[in-house]
């Protein structure tokens, strides 16, 4: 039976402790996404008080944060130390998974929760003109001459909680690989000590008929 490394428990915690804090915030997010029922201002307003304080929060918060994350990404590159067939499919599309993870907090979660934090909002999509619609990244609602967003406060909210659906998606991707690492691993094994077994079997009953061959040759002398 394979035995989980250490290093594999170097990136499934930090991938099992986000997972747990996006599930936190998916009462937050439901509504936004995944209801057709109108949102009311309140739910918008609770929204906001609650990824204000995540903004906000204590410097030590933050910096914990960011240590797990730290953790997670040396657990990967030690085990893609040296690496095998099996560290490179599994190890590597699971470094792949968290580090689009990592760019989408960056890109994505860090500037909405500042946008939300400092409530300076965008006019709306649907209240520009087609000229000004233009200028506009529409994957991203930035306006690419000067830079800055020009989503209202409804959309800049759906797409925070549309980068926290696609962090869950990814790190789940995450202990996937890792699980199917495991149990790959656990297949090798098994097959390992059944032709073993097998081999050693063998050699047995070829030295019991070499005997029964070596006894017959010695009747038949005497």
């Known amino acids: 039976m394979p035995q989980i490394s250490f290093a594999t ?3 499934i915690t930090p991938t099992a402790f986000f997972l747990g804090l996006i599930f936190s915030l998916f009462p937050y997010d439901y509504p936004l996404l995944w209801s057709s029922a109108p949102i009311s201002e309140a739910h918008l ?34 085990k893609l130390y040296k690496p095998s067939e099996s560290n490179m ?6 470094l792949v998974l968290y580090m689009i993870a990592v760019i989408v907090y960056l890109t994505n979660i860090v500037k909405g929760l500042r946008i939300v934090s400092v409530g300076t909002y965008g006019e709306g999509l649907e ?5 000004k ?15 800055t967003s020009v989503l209202g406060r409804e959309d800049n909210l759906k797409v925070l909680a549309a980068s ?6 990814v ?15 656990r297949a090798e094994e098994k097959e390992r000590i059944a032709i073993e077994k097998g081999e050693s079997q063998g050699t047995g009953e070829g030295a019991h008929v070499k005997k029964s061959d070596a006894k017959k040759g010695a009747k038949k002398t005497n």
């Open 9 to 11: 428990f170097m990136i």
């Open 45 to 78: 307003n609770a929204v906001e008080a609650h990824l204000r304080l995540l903004h906000n929060s204590p410097n030590i918060v933050v910096r914990i944060m960011h240590i797990i994350t730290v953790v997670g990404l040396l657990g990967l590159i030690m």
């Open 89 to 94: 499919l599994f190890d590597g599309g699971s």
């Open 127 to 131: 209240n520009m003109t087609q000229d």
């Open 133 to 147: 619609l233009d200028d506009v990244d529409l994957g991203t609602g930035v306006d690419q001459e000067t830079g």
């Open 164 to 169: 926290n659906t696609i962090l869950a998606l």
């Open 171 to 185: 790190l789940v991707g995450v202990l996937v690989l890792q699980i199917g690492q495991w149990y790959a691993e």
